[in-house]
Each structure stands twice: as structure tokens, then as C-alpha cells.
């Protein structure tokens, strides 16, 4: 999700005088010519009209901001495309990705290491690491992902990989983790089903996983 303003980039509580206190009066210059420039180049592009996504949701404020609902699949190139293309359109002041704070190596990690990672996965060092419940659903997740990975042949995150990409390509733009805690989420998915169904879930995560049609 992305969200810009109607006209100008925010600032974001950046203060002109008191980051540039300590400048000398050329690098000053230099620093306000750069984000001027900047302000003019972003109103530019987000008066440029482009077609939206069939996956793109677009909510308007009574402000004035609009926020772009991008909808996207954790395995695809697609939605790794359709984030670049209305990220670069638009030129967002913040943009949301469903990610928790736990989660956020996500974005930092180099697609092939999470893939090499995803190969050698330790259910004890799971259950170590957050205990006997969690860690067996979070080792089952990044199973069933690891073997995504080995049948699709791309790691999971791609659409925040390229969402964090993006933003760093453009100075006003904030990246916001939007997500509660992913354990929060797994207890309560997991809670919800009946104990025949955990069961069923747990063997097949762990014993029959078959083939992608």
C-alpha cells in the first residue's frame, strides 16, 4: 500500500534551519536547491497520468491524499512488477508493507540467501527460539515456504523487497511496517481450527506435501 499527498511530498517534521544549522551557507544552497528540485521532479511524475492495475484499489481522502491499495502474492513476479510500476508513477510520501518488526530481514535480505536459508531449516532451533508452540508453527510456515521456494524457484517477499527499493530511490519516502506480530497471527489461524484439522495440517506440512497445480 502507498499513500502521497494531492500536491506536494510531505516533509515528514524535517525542519530546513535546524538539520542545516551546522552547514556552511554553500552546502545550504546546495541542500535546498537538491529538495526543490526533488518537490518539483515528484508534483511532475504524479500529474502524469498511467493506467492502474486491475489489482489496484485507489482511496481518496477528504484531505486530499490518496492511498493505493496494491494487491499482491507472495510468489510473484507480477506483483513485484505492478509495486515497482505504481510506486514509480506515484512517488508515495510513505509506503505500508504487511510486515511485522519481526519480520523485517525480509526486506533486508538478498533473495538468494533467504533461498539458501530456506534449505536448511531446524525445527529445534524453532522451538528453541520461541518456544514449543510458535516455533512449531513458524518452522511449518517456513516449510510449506521453503517448498514454494524449491517449486516456484523464487523466494517469498518479493512485491516488499521491491516495495523497500523503491522508496530508498526516492528521499521522501517513508517505509511503514504495517502488520501485527506474525505470532499473534499464527496462534490465532491456528487456534481457530478444530483438533482433527491441526492434526491433518501438522502431517501434511510435515509428511505430503505434493505437487503445484
Not at 37 to 51: E, G, L, W
Not at 55 to 81: M, P, Q, R, W
Not at 90 to 98: I, K
Not at 152 to 177: D, N, S, T, W, Y
Amino acid at each position: 500500500m502507498s499513500a502521497e499527498a494531492d500536491d506536494e511530498p510531505t516533509t515528514n517534521g524535517f525542519d530546513y534551519d535546524s538539520e542545516t544549522a551546522s552547514l556552511t551557507e554553500e552546502d545550504k544552497k546546495e541542500i535546498k536547491e537538491s529538495i526543490e528540485n526533488n518537490i518539483k521532479a515528484v508534483i511532475n511524475i504524479r500529474k502524469q497520468p498511467f493506467d492502474l492495475p486491475e489489482t489496484v484499489s485507489v482511496l481518496e481522502c477528504k484531505n486530499g491524499t490518496k492511498v493505493y491499495l496494491v494487491g499482491t502474492a507472495h510468489f510473484s513476479k507480477e506483483s513485484i512488477d505492478e509495486v515497482v510500476k505504481i510506486m514509480s508513477h506515484t512517488r508515495p510520501d510513505f509506503v505500508v508493507v504487511e510486515l511485522c518488526s519481526s519480520r523485517t530481514h525480509v526486506l533486508l535480505t538478498d533473495e538468494e540467501k533467504i533461498k539458501q536459508e530456506m534449505k536448511h531449516l531446524s525445527i529445534v532451533n524453532y522451538i528453541k527460539m520461541h518456544g514449543a508452540s510458535h516455533g512449531l508453527l513458524q518452522y511449518l510456515l517456513l516449510r510449506l515456504s521453503a517448498y514454494l521456494v524449491d517449486m516456484l524457484g523464487m523466494a517469498p517477499g518479493g512485491e516488499f523487497r521491491a516495495a523497500a527499493q523503491e522508496a530508498l530511490k526516492q528521499p521522501h519516502c517513508h517505509i511503514v511496517l504495517g502488520d501485527r506480530p506474525v505470532a499473534t497471527t499464527l496462534q490465532r489461524a491456528f487456534n481457530a481450527l478444530g483438533p482433527w484439522t491441526k492434526l491433518r495440517l501438522v502431517l501434511t506440512l510435515m509428511f505430503d506435501l505434493g505437487p503445484i497445480t
